[in-house]
């Protein structure tokens, strides 16, 4: 069976990238602040809204039909509206619990991701909105022949597009941080945020602008889920996120290729587990997984092992 | 001179009118900005895919209600053009701080109200009793939960996300003895609550090692993996359907039915219902203040004294020789347990449990009452429980909006989302909680309060 072995590391690899683009929004933060933004898988579900608005405006009022300059302006557009979402919430929440004792921002975190999952429940309703498949078509690489007739292992344009997407923006990311000025010092505030300040580093603009950069891959994670999918709703972010959590903390939480590590192993996991297991605890796979690995790898896949001073 | 300082003044009121202005209308934008895709456009189901409309009037009124409330909070309030949150935290902080010494004589004051509580409501609202017994029951409950977890949270400083999964384990331990070997409500709860205790230590034996953050989400992981085994292991607890006919309890083998042998009956006073919610107002009540006796007491032996000196500082711990091990199993395995007793209370109230009641959101609601009643104050929890939770019950008493903001205006839809607002607001209001003093439970020669910065609060050192 290796042609439905294909198929689902193929799958398993367009999941892995979804949550991989939102574990970076958590493990940016947690390295830099050292807190688990708990609102950040619903920044990805508010991305996700904004991405279905703008589409259906664009189609639908200004009437636009060639496909790709619609979905490339609903990218920008929902990068765009979901980082405002991102800072915002740092902003109201968090900044004015910096230096404060360590539970009062999970706190408001969770606050948080409550208020913007019912925000969104009161403002858009509570059922499901379907979106129908936009992308269609693809290619076939494999065929194979079983007792229950032939099995073609298929690559759709949507999983390329998803892919490929992931990969640029991976690549881009990857030089920001390592190439520019803002990165430079977001790795100095994540190194030592008294010394950066001293040194002239605007800490708290890094630090908001972590938050944006976070809540916008967030959203390119709510495009694309939408477009897999088709279909989303206000509950969407929590199972999510709490998945891309645990797929930052199995790639080492504050490394970024640990991120994207992590995110493609619980999404082969996920869905390596459903095809061969069960469907039901797929779930339960994914947390369990997240519990072995903290346990036995507490630092993680790529992570570095904490030092402790007394 | 005189002449001078007048112009001068007028400029800089002149400045703070434009950077209020300046601050308000970016304020403004920001709300358009974020509520253009929600307030401004609604997607609904519709035939043949799905429908915009657009509602221009909402999302133009919370423009400018943020425009003018910002604007008028700058001028009056706050009096400089620096934004509200940030100013929020500055102004509070400190104040209020004289609660403390209230702290004795209110608890005093709540735990007599708390006795009397049931025909209080039954003499002065005789005509909303059940109503408000129902309402006192929940709190209860919630103030039952909050202290079983302050145990895990405020006194051993281990951060705990899932802490609902011992309320499950209760409820359903409860739930099936009860469905598959006839148990009562008296002689299921202490077994529920050694269930509970037990998977306390199950679940504590394998992340002793983590900390912090990380200990947080792993105890979140457990509490999810629990739902999600309730609601598919089908066979064993019924799935999403639920347990139903869960049996009420009974006072020495008395029901509370109308008839032949029931309490009424055997007391020769009429049937009334509300005799049923007295006395499972009772119980929680009871079962609360041992919840929060067997934590003081706690606090006083050399096991409570370990949890805190943990939560301080584990090294110091080890080095002085505490076995940290047991030490937090114990703090696990007890607040589990506590957690187990009121899980079957709740099954017993409510007669029906099912996955639902037992979401991520439960801890989270927990966990904030823990925390915004400050770390490790008992009487902490009470009053953040009464907020709280009250408040969102309040909050769908709130029919009257109706008549104000016209007849499709739910105000139940929003109790959530007013319950996060104050969940963020009161903790940017008062980051170390409503009681920031404590008690040391170990003292020197005289008694001192010690400010609640003093001590380090579950961060699971």
């Not at chain 2, 509602?55 to 423009?63: C, K, Q, Y």
């Not at chain 2, 059940?130 to 405020?154: E, F, H, K, P, S």
Request: with cysteine.
């Amino acid at each position: 069976m290796l042609e439905y072995f294909v198929q689902q590391l193929i799958n398993g690899l367009t999941l892995g990238s979804i949550y991989g683009l939102i574990a970076i929004g958590y493990t940016m933060v947690y390295g830099i602040i050292g807190m688990i933004n708990f609102a950040h898988g619903d920044i990805f579900m508010v991305g996700s809204f904004i991405a279905l608005a703008t589409f259906l405006i664009l189609t639908s009022v200004f009437g636009f039909v060639f496909l790709p300059v619609v979905l490339l302006i609903v990218l920008i557009i929902a990068m765009l509206f979901t980082s405002a979402w991102g800072w915002t919430v740092e902003r109201f929440a968090y900044r004015p619990l910096r230096g404060s004792f360590r539970l009062a921002p999970l706190i408001t975190a969770i606050g948080m991701s409550i208020v913007l999952q019912n925000f969104v429940q009161v403002t858009q309703g509570a059922r499901v909105k379907p979106l129908p498949p936009q992308i269609q078509g693809g290619v076939t690489l494999m065929e194979g022949s079983t007792e229950n007739g032939t099995i073609l292992v298929q690559l759709s344009y949507m999983q390329m597009i998803i892919i490929f997407t992931t990969l640029v923006l991976m690549a881009g990311f990857t030089l920001l941080i390592s190439r520019t000025s803002l990165g430079r010092a977001q790795r100095a505030c994540e190194q030592d945020r008294k010394m950066a300040a001293l040194l002239g580093v605007n800490v708290d603009r890094t630090i908001s602008l972590t938050f944006v950069m976070g809540a916008a891959l967030a959203a390119v994670a709510g495009l694309m889920f939408l477009l897999l999918y088709g279909v989303i709703d206000f509950y969407i972010g929590f199972l999510a996120g709490v998945k891309a959590f645990t797929a930052a903390v199995l790639g080492g939480i504050g490394s970024l290729p640990g991120a994207m590590l992590g995110g493609l192993a619980i999404g082969l996991i996920e869905v390596f587990w459903s095809a061969y297991f069960t469907v039901e605890y797929k779930d339960v796979a994914a947390f369990s997984i997240l519990a072995i690995v903290l346990i036995f790898l507490p630092s993680g896949l790529l992570g570095k092992p904490e030092v402790e001073k007394v | 001179m005189a002449t001078r300082s007048v112009p001068l003044s007028s400029a800089r009121d002149d400045d703070r009118l434009a950077n209020s202005l300046r601050d308000a209308a970016i304020a403004a934008l920001m709300v358009f900005a974020l509520g253009f895709f929600f307030l401004g456009v609604r997607t609904d189901i519709a035939p043949g895919g799905l429908a915009l409309t657009f509602r221009w009037g909402l999302l133009f009124s919370a423009v400018a209600i943020v425009f003018a409330g910002r604007l008028l909070l700058n001028l009056f309030v706050f009096k400089t053009s620096t934004p509200v949150t940030s100013r929020l935290a500055d102004t509070f902080s400190g104040a209020g701080s004289s609660f403390a010494g209230l702290g004795k004589w209110l608890a005093r004051a709540l735990l007599i109200f708390a006795i009397v509580l049931p025909f209080f409501f039954t003499y002065f609202f005789p005509s909303k009793d059940r109503q408000y017994i129902d309402l006192a029951i929940l709190i209860m409950t919630y103030i039952m939960l909050g202290w079983g977890l302050n145990i895990v949270v405020g006194l051993a400083g281990l951060l705990d996300l899932g802490y609902v999964a011992f309320y499950a384990v209760g409820a359903y331990s409860f739930a099936l003895l009860a469905q598959n070997f006839g148990f009562g409500f008296w002689m299921a709860l202490p077994l529920a609550g050694l269930l509970a205790a037990f998977w306390g230590v199950i679940l504590g034996f394998p992340v002793l090692r983590l900390r912090g953050d990380y200990l947080a989400i792993v105890t979140l992981a457990f509490g999810e993996i629990i739902r999600v085994v309730l609601l598919n292991w089908y066979e064993f607890t019924n799935g999403p359907d639920g347990i139903s006919g869960i049996p009420r309890p009974t006072l020495f083998g008395l029901e509370f039915s109308r008839g032949e042998g029931g309490f009424a009956d055997f007391f020769g006073i009429p049937y009334d219902s509300i005799h049923r919610f007295i006395y499972l107002y009772y119980i929680i009540f009871v079962l609360a203040i041992i919840t929060n006796l067997v934590t003081i007491r706690l606090r006083k032996l050399p096991v409570g004294r370990a949890w805190e000196a943990l939560r301080e500082d584990e090294i110091a711990c080890r080095s002085l020789g505490i076995n940290t091990t047991n030490t937090k199993l114990t703090a696990f395995s007890i607040g589990a347990m506590f957690g187990g007793f009121a899980g079957s209370f709740f099954a017993t109230r409510q007669g029906f449990i099912s996955p639902e009641s037992f979401t991520f959101l439960e801890s989270a609601i927990i966990l904030a009452i823990v925390v915004l009643g400050g770390l490790g104050s008992q009487i902490g929890v009470v009053i953040a429980s009464v907020v709280m939770i009250g408040g969102i019950e309040m909050l769908r008493n709130l029919g009257f909006l109706q008549h104000v903001f016209g007849d499709g205006f739910d105000p139940t839809q929003y109790r959530m989302l007013i319950f996060g607002l104050a969940m963020v607001l009161i903790m940017v209001w008062r980051p170390r909680g409503l009681i920031t003093t404590r008690e040391p439970t170990a003292v020197l020669k005289e008694k001192k309060r010690i400010g609640a910065d003093m001590v380090a609060q579950g961060e699971g050192h």
